[in-house]
Each structure stands twice: as C-alpha cells, then as structure tokens.
C-alpha cells in the first residue's frame, strides 16, 4: 500500500489549493481515506473523511471551505481547500484505515488509520 500526496504550496490567506492522494494497492470499496494536518509540537488533526461508501465529514474548522472526493478510476482522493487561512498553515497527510466504523467521528483519529503519506507542506500567509 502507497499513499503519495501532492498540490501543497504556499497561498496568500483566502487564496484556494487542492491537494492530491495518489494510492496504489488498496481499493476504495474497502478502505476509508481521512485527511489530516499537523504543525510543529502538536497532535495530528483529523480533518476530512470519505468512506468506504463515498459518506464525507469534515472538522468544523474546514467545514463550508474544504470538500474532500474521490476518483475510482485514479485511485485518487482529492482535497479542495478554498478561503485558506493562516490557521490553515500545516503538513497535511492522507491516509488510509481497514476499520469500518458506524459512526464517522472515530475517523477524526489518527490511531484509526494504517497507512499514511509522506505529507505535503501548505502555508497560508496573512
């Protein structure tokens, strides 16, 4: 399983990027694919999920700005990120898990996951 993200850069605030989740070796039917972020001295945040099924979530942060999809034929999952703030400065990771919850939130934890990118860099300047 490989799991390669690209799109990050640097934006000014309210600017928009779309980060990209190459994977390869694991099917979408069978897998859910979060995205998360992490910055310097803190835990990783979950931020977006779509399931096994297609279901979406989003952390209240990003929700209304980013909207997160998925391509069966790429085997590609894509994140949209628009009216980027400074806040929204992090490494942003995909990644994906083998369990099949009922409720979405137990996504939003990094320990439900088993495979991760390598991470992508976004900064956002005010």
């Known amino acids: 399983v490989q799991l390669v993200e690209s799109g990050g850069g640097s934006v000014p605030a309210g600017g928009s990027l779309t980060l990209s989740c190459a994977t390869s070796g694991l099917s979408f039917s069978d897998v859910a694919i979060g995205w998360f972020r992490q910055v310097p001295g803190k835990e990783r945040e979950g931020i977006s999920v779509i399931t096994s099924n297609g279901a979406t979530e989003y952390e209240d942060s990003v929700k209304g700005r980013f909207t997160i999809s998925r391509d069966l034929a790429k085997h590609m999952v894509s994140l949209q990120m628009n009216g980027l703030k400074s806040a929204d400065s992090a490494v942003y990771f995909c990644?994906?898990?083998?369990?099949?919850?009922?409720?979405?939130?137990?996504?939003?934890?990094?320990?439900?996951?088993?495979?991760w990118g390598q991470g992508t860099q976004v900064t956002v300047s005010s």
């Open positions: 990644s994906a898990s083998l369990f099949m919850f009922d409720t979405v939130k137990y996504y939003f934890s990094h320990f439900s996951y088993d495979y």
